[in-house]
C-alpha cells in the first residue's frame, strides 16, 4: 500500500473474525492497538444455537498456549473434553484403545468450534476490539490504503482506510486473492482426491455418551475412515473422509438404501447410533480439503496473512487451527520486538513461520495415511510402545513425533525432520522383531547417539 498517505498504524484493521482472527484482536488489543475487525457473517452468538450439528476441533498444546498468554486458557478448558488416545473401531466392532501421550497429562482436547469462536470475540470486545459483523472484503486497493467491505445485507459497497491490515480470513482469503491478482504473491492450492462430510451420533438416554468419551473414535478402512469427536452434550460429531469418485466413493452412495448399506457393512458399530444418518447424509454439504501455500505472506508493512489465509492444511493431525493460533503466538512476539516497524515484523513474522507452516502442511498429509491404514496394524503399534519406551530412557532427546507436534511448541519443522530420524531409527530396531521385550536397547543406545544426541528446547 502507499506509503504517501500516512496514517496512524496504532490500528490495525483484521478481515476476519474467525479462530485466528478474534485470537489476534485479542493480543494486539491487549498491546494497546485499535483493532478493528470485519466479519462477513452475522454475529453468531446472536443466532439461536442449532439444536442438531455441533462441529468441534481438536485443540493441543499450542492452541492452549496461545489462549493462556491471553487469559482464556481456563475458561475454554472448562468447556474442552479431553481425548486421551485413539479408540480404533474394526470391522467386527473390536475395539483398541492406543493412547497418545505418554500419559493421561499428554491429552487432545475436543472443543465446539461455534463455543471457542463466541469465547474469543466477546472476550476482544471486552478488551476494546471492535468487530463489525455482515461485512465481505471484496478486494484491497494496495495504492490508496483502502480496503473494500461489502455490507452483505444492504449489498452497498464501502472503501476503508487502513494503513495496517492482516488477512485472518480463512482458506479462501479475499486478501490473499487480490494479492495474487496484483502479482505481490505466488500462490498453489492442491486439493485432496478426499472430501469429507459431518454426521452425528446423539447423546443416548438422560445425555449419556454412547462411545467411551475421552476418545478420538476412529474406523480406519485403508482408502478412507469415520472419525468421531466427543462434544458435552453427549454427542459425538463424525467425519467421513471419503473418495469424491470411485469405488467406493460419494458418487457412488446415491440412494438411502447405498448409504445404510455401506454404513452398516464398513461401519457395524457406529451404524445402529446413528438414527439420522440418511437423512444427514444428503443434507449435510460435501466439504473439500486442500493445502494452500503462497509467498510472500506480506506486502510491506501494510498488509499481511496469518492462519487459514496464509496456509490452509489438511486436518489430519489436528493442527490447522493450532497453528494459526501460533501464529498469532509469533506474531505477538515480532511485535513486542520489532513496534512500530511493521515491515520488519511481517518480514520476520514470516521468516519463522512460513518453513513451519510448509512443514505442518506436510505432517498433516502423512498423517492421513497414518490415520487411514496404518493405525490397527501391529507393527504400528509396537512402534508407539517402543517410541514410549525410548522417550522414558532418553526424556528430551527422544520424542515420538505425534507428541512434537501435539504436545510440546518445539517448532513443526524441527518435530518433521527429527521425526524422520526417528522413524530409522524406529525402522531399524522394530523390523526384526515383534514384542517390546525383544528391542536390542544396545542398538537403540548406539542409535539415539549416533543420530539424535542434542536435546530439544520446547518453544
Ligand atoms: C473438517 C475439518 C476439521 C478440522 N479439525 C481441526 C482440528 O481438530 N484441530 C485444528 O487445530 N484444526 C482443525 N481444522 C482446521 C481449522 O478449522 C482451521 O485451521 C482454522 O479454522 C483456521 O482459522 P482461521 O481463523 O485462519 O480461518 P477460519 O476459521 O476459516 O476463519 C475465517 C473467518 O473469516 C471470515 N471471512 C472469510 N472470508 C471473508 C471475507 N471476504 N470478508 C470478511 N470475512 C471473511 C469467515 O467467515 C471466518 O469467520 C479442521 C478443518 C476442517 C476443514
Known sequence: MSKS????????????????????????????????????????????ISAGRSINLALSTRGIHALDEVGLKQEVMRIAIPMKGRMVHDLNG???????????TEVINSVSRGELNMKLMTEAEKQGVQIHFNRRCTGIDFGADKVIFQDTKSKAERKTRASVVIGTDGSASAI?????????????????????????????TNGAFQLEKNALHIWPRGAYMLIALPNLDGSFTCTLFFSFEGQPSFARLQTEADVSRFFEAQFPD???????????????PTGKLATVKCQPWH????????????????????????????????????????RPDWASIFKEFEALRKVNADAIAD??????????DHVADPKFQLKR????????????????????VSFHRIPYSVAKSRGEIQADILHELCDPIDTLEQVDWMSAERLIRDKLQEKLLDG
Open 5 to 48: 498517505t500516512p496514517m496512524s498504524n496504532n490500528c490495525i484493521t483484521l478481515v476476519g473474525a474467525g479462530l485466528a482472527g478474534s485470537l489476534l484482536s485479542i493480543y494486539l488489543a491487549k498491546r494497546g492497538f485499535d483493532v478493528e475487525v470485519y466479519e462477513r457473517r452475522s454475529d453468531m452468538r446472536a443466532e439461536e
Open 94 to 104: 473390536g475395539l483398541a484403545f492406543h493412547r497418545y501421550g505418554k500419559d493421561d
Open 176 to 204: 490473499r486473492n487480490d494479492m495474487q491478482r496484483e502479482d505481490k504473491c505466488a500462490f498453489s492450492q492442491d486439493f485432496l482426491e478426499h472430501g469429507y462430510k459431518e454426521l452425528t451420533i446423539p447423546p443416548g
Open 270 to 284: 457406529a451404524a445402529p447410533l446413528m438414527p439420522t444418518l440418511v437423512e444427514d447424509f444428503f443434507a449435510n
Open 299 to 338: 506486502v510491506a508493512g501494510s498488509v499481511c496473512l496469518l492462519g487459514d489465509a496464509a496456509h490452509a492444511i489438511v486436518p489430519f493431525f489436528g493442527q490447522g487451527m493450532n497453528c494459526a493460533f501460533e501464529d498469532c503466538t509469533v506474531l505477538n512476539e515480532c511485535i513486542g520486538k520489532l
Open 363 to 372: 505432517l498433516a498429509l502423512a498423517n492421513y495415511h497414518e490415520m487411514r
Open 385 to 404: 510402545q517402543v517410541e514410549f519406551a525410548l522417550e522414558e530412557k532418553y526424556p528430551g532427546v527422544f520424542i515420538p513425533r505425534y507428541s512434537m
